[in-house]
């Protein structure tokens, strides 16, 4: 049984540019939500995906983005990228819509020059 | 203040040390509590979850709630060197999100 998994697992990117991350949920998880981890810092919520809408959104700006797609899995967009987006970026996937048990993938390390 | 305030370390132990990693809170609303453990360049992996107040044993591992105090608290006996990681509590409402705190780096060397 395959566990979330998340693409690409490393990413170099300049400041102003975009960039898209992709994310694949645990078998029978219906729900994703992303996550930013700063240096030395817990996991920071971004939003969370249930039914392909949008249903929670933490303390971040519109230049993050994302979207569900019908076979559950998600993408994260960031635009106009700042240095201070350098991060690892966590794709977390749940069962249900509000979702304790979180299972949570690899991350995909960004990094913004 | 800070909604979950935990103690960044790094702590290190020797191999077989019990272990005390602990995280207080603010907000009387959480009422699940859980671990997870980060290896290096890993995402998080959920080790203990529980939603009431006292002890929660699992193998060598020991969560405790003192939600009166708002202190809960992961214990680790006979802890090994694959114990080393950054260790995050993480408290949910059962409305929103998991809140994590800023988590414990443990190096247990041998």
């Known amino acids: ?113 | 203040q800070k909604e979950v305030e935990q103690d960044p370390g790094p702590l290190s132990v020797p191999e077989g040390a019990i272990v005390s990693l602990n995280c207080t809170y603010s907000n009387s609303a959480f009422q699940y509590f859980m671990w997870y453990r980060q290896y290096s360049r890993k995402g998080p992996e959920l080790l203990m979850y529980t939603y009431s107040s006292g002890n929660k044993e699992d193998g060598r591992f020991t969560a405790q709630v003192d939600k009166s105090s708002k202190y809960i608290s992961l214990f680790i006996r006979d802890s090994q060197p694959s114990d080393s990681a950054t260790y995050l509590c993480a408290l949910f409402s059962g409305y929103s999100t998991l809140t994590f705190g800023k988590g414990t780096m443990l190096l247990v060397s041998p």
Do not use: M
């Open chain 1, 1 to 113: 049984d395959a566990g979330v998994t998340q693409s690409p697992t490393h990413l170099i990117k300049t400041r102003g540019q975009q960039v898209t991350l992709r994310c694949s949920p645990k078998s029978g998880h219906d729900t994703v939500s992303w996550y930013q981890q700063a240096l030395g810092q817990g996991p920071q919520f971004i939003f969370q995906y249930y039914e392909e809408e949008e249903r929670q959104r933490g303390n971040f700006p519109d230049r993050f983005s994302g979207h569900q797609f019908p076979n559950y899995s998600s993408e994260l967009n960031v635009n106009a990228l700042l240095l201070g987006d350098s991060a690892l970026y966590l794709c977390a996937s749940s069962p249900r819509q509000v979702g304790e048990k979180l299972f949570f993938g690899s991350g995909t390390q960004l990094s913004v020059l």
